[in-house]
């Protein structure tokens, strides 16, 4: 099938491998005008629109890429604006190869490549914070009820943002000094700039949103306080307690979690140091455990800190790597060396107590598990070492216990995060609404800010309800 479009996507600008290991700077410099026209013109504008469908927020992706390509920015903008609040964290960070793209009508067929629809929005997004009108939102009178968020990670921010405009007066409460969960973080800065969340953040403020900061929830604000002073809650604390491997010498000097390890260099500006005086262990070997986009996060942060050696050591083969091929590309381009099918069984220290190495074994795969991806099994015999100044754990994480803790009467699952309904995210008590992580487990950006999408609508309607029935 011969079509009257270019067959292969716009490449991307980014910087040089050789370059970018030097610095914290976006790695994806993005497309020009004259490029994201050239690549929105590649769109079929399918009728049944197979990318709107695989797109967790529904975005009308047809709509704002054909208004590219007729240039009408501004129009763009105000379509894509209307279905997320997050266009810039989303272009950046969603896994759109496994979603919209995943599903595009131009990459199924044979020679041809989906178009580069999340590179589209980031475009977008960044366009109209440079050159758009500065035109502020209107902001519906907040008269249709009081909601309290907890966590101001994407879910947060989605659903406080999606009740703003439906009327709502919205509180979000975070724990931490600095507003936007995960996305500050949890994720480098090479990849998702701290800039760009603290601009979308300060645009659902426009909506009239007010965020606390440095609230722990069960803590300092009281779940009987929230009760009695709004009209539902939503919770959305993600899921940042770390999990550990266990094996021995995991408390060594030197073996971290990769929340910890991003965290310090995120939210600590530890990759700033000695400007901010917050500087994180200096390594010369690294070994990182695990295969997700945590593990890819962690690594290559670990060579713009100045380590000379970075090993990823993951315990199935490449075929099976849960992380965005863009993240393991970019990762194997910046000197990034994978142990596939290996996996540790101990950590060695010295008289000091500090890492040394990590003892690993090879692995083999065998029938399928629960997850559906074949089980990896010891090789017996096939121990060997890796030197290691520094080990890096990225092997998943579990819901944060502060609150959870504090909020007896809320419905855990036999996992321990909550217990919501996965289309309105109602929880019980009934006046309580959840989703993100704190909800399915770890999981992406743009399935926590879908759960958020869902549960704006079903808060809308369990408030209007109760209040027309005089409760």
């Not at 994806?28 to 967790?56: D, F, H, M, T, W």
């Not at 390509?69 to 810039?88: F, G, M, R, V």
């Not at 010498?249 to 000695?274: D, K, W």
């Not at 596939?340 to 083999?364: A, D, F, H, Q």
Request: glycine share 10%; proline share 5%; hydrophobic share 40%.
């Amino acid at each position: 099938m011969a079509l009257d479009i270019a067959p292969k996507r716009l490449p991307v600008p980014e910087q040089s491998a050789e370059e970018r290991i030097k610095n914290f700077n976006d790695v994806v410099i993005g497309y020009s005008i004259e490029e994201a026209v050239a690549e929105s013109a590649r769109c079929l504008q399918c009728k049944n629109a197979p990318c709107i469908k695989g797109c967790p927020v529904s975005i009308d992706i047809p709509g704002f890429l054909k208004a590219i390509k007729e240039k009408d920015l501004e129009k763009s903008w105000d379509i894509i604006s209307q279905y997320t609040n997050l266009p810039a964290v989303c272009g950046r960070v969603c896994p759109q190869e496994k979603q919209c793209e995943g599903v595009c009508t131009v990459g199924r067929i044979k020679g041809y490549e989906p178009v580069s629809i999340g590179k589209m929005e980031r475009f977008i997004a960044d366009w109209k914070a440079e050159h758009g009108s500065k035109v502020a939102p209107k902001v519906p009178e907040q008269t249709k009820g009081n909601v309290a968020v907890v966590g101001s990670g994407p879910s947060s921010l989605t659903v406080a943002g999606d009740l703003a405009k439906m009327g709502y007066k919205v509180t979000v409460y975070e724990a931490l000094h600095a507003a936007g969960g995960v996305l500050m973080y949890g994720i480098p800065e090479f990849r998702l700039p701290k800039a760009i969340v603290r601009r979308e953040i300060d645009n659902i403020k426009a909506l009239g949103v007010k965020i606390e900061t440095n609230v722990a929830v069960g803590r300092s604000v009281t779940i009987e306080e929230l009760q009695s002073h709004f009209d539902a809650v939503y919770i959305a604390t993600g899921a940042g307690t770390p999990h550990f491997m266990g094996v021995p010498g995991t408390s060594l000097n030197g073996v971290y979690s990769a929340s910890e390890y991003l965290t310090r260099i995120n939210l600590m500006h530890g990759y700033e140091f000695p400007k901010y005086d917050t500087p994180t262990k200096e390594s010369e070997k690294v070994v990182v455990v695990g295969g997700g986009n945590v593990a890819m996060d962690a690594a290559r942060s670990a060579l713009r800190l100045g380590a000379k050696s970075v090993q990823v050591v993951y315990r199935r083969s490449l075929e099976e790597l849960p992380a965005r091929i863009e993240e393991y590309h970019h990762a194997v381009e910046e000197g990034v060396i994978f142990n596939w099918l290996t996996n540790p069984v101990e950590y060695v220290g010295s008289e000091t107590g500090n890492i040394v190495g990590v003892k690993c074994i090879r692995m083999e795969l065998g029938e399928p598990d629960a997850s559906g991806r074949r089980r990896p099994q010891e090789i017996k015999g096939s121990e060997f070492t890796i030197e290691a100044d520094t080990i890096i754990e990225a092997i998943g994480q579990g819901p944060n216990k502060v609150l959870l803790s504090a909020f007896q009467e809320l419905k855990l699952n036999k996992k321990g995060y909550i217990d919501a309904d996965p289309e309105t995210g109602q929880a019980d008590p009934e006046w309580v609404f959840a989703g993100g992580d704190i909800v399915t487990g770890a999981a992406t950006v743009i399935l926590a800010m879908g759960a958020g999408k869902k549960a704006a609508e079903a808060i809308d309607k369990y408030i209007t309800e109760k209040k027309a029935a005089g409760k």
